[in-house]
Nanobody
């Protein structure tokens, strides 16, 4: 079992930066690839970014490529999502998730989920 808790969300203006974090507890954090997903109002949950267990392999959704960076610190059992040049369309609840199937872009490959943190970008 892995317990995930997101933090760092908030209200920012367009163009600003924000970093959200996800703290993990339970089984070995480094056993899992980690991902970030988001769900905007009236939208389905969508993939944002993912990182392999060693922090070397990463992949991003086209909509955030070049603006967002995913990273992890296995010693601190934490994964981060640095978000730069935020846009109003980035407004969503951001969820972190843990996968024992490697880096993945679809939700059903993720076994454990956090409760989410709200990010709101005003225009």
């Amino acid at each position: 079992q892995v317990h995930l808790v997101e933090s760092g969300g908030g209200l920012v203006q367009a163009g600003a930066s924000l970093r959200v974090s996800c703290a993990a507890s339970g089984r070995m954090f480094s056993d899992y690839a980690m991902g970030w997903f988001r769900q905007g109002p009236g939208k389905e949950r969508e993939f944002v970014a993912a990182i392999g267990w060693a922090g070397v392999s990463t992949t991003y959704a086209d909509s955030v490529k070049g603006r967002f960076t995913i990273s992890r610190n296995n010693a601190q059992n934490t994964v981060y999502l640095q978000m730069n040049s935020l846009k109003p369309e980035d407004t969503a609840v951001y969820y972190c998730a843990a996968s024992d199937r490697g880096v993945a872009t679809v939700p059903y490959n993720y076994k454990y989920w956090g409760q989410g943190t709200q990010v709101t970008v005003s225009s």
